[in-house]
């Protein structure tokens, strides 16, 4: 059984945080209840199952390597009815990729982030919306504030959050590799 309200992510080291949170806060309507991350699994398992599914994950990902990962580029998604979201690109996203499909094989139903166009695509959201013009002016002055964040990715967190709507998601296990 899956949950919207659990999920596997890469959450960037809290000393990056600074700037990817000042632009959240202003532009992001989901800042109260998600920190930083890059999706890689959600809906997730419930979070009773977190602590058995952390050992499968470290299991599975033994041997997989460290990486650098640079926030850098700024891009988007616009849909049919002028709704955005604005996000930070990660390279390398290939092994973003690569560690998703670790994960997926140990729980091959959370397969979600592959349904959309153009199947799974690490991104880290900034900002969302509705409105060319504002999408427009807001893509303009992010990418002109913006200056790049460079973290290393050794881990990826479960996280969860209550069932009152108002409660924020937080971390119920890490999954430490390499």
Known sequence: MKSHKNAVVIIPPEEVWEPIQKIRKEHDRTYWRWMPHITLLYPFRPSETHTVLKRHFEEQLFSFPAF??????????????????????????????????????????????????????????????????????????????????????????????????????TITETVNFS
């Open 68 to 169: 650098k990962l640079k926030l850098k580029k700024i891009s988007y998604f616009m849909s049919r009815n002028s709704s955005f979201t604005i996000w930070l690109q990660p390279d390398p996203a290939r092994q973003i990729s690569q560690l998703q499909a670790e994960l997926q094989q140990i729980v091959p139903d959370c397969d979600e982030v592959h349904k959309f166009a153009g199947g799974f695509h690490p991104h880290l959201t900034i900002a969302s919306g509705r409105g060319t013009d504002q999408f427009k002016q807001l893509l303009r002055e992010i990418t002109k504030q913006w200056r790049p964040v460079t973290f290393q990715v050794s881990s990826v967190y479960l996280v969860s959050r209550d069932t009152l709507p108002e409660k924020p998601f």
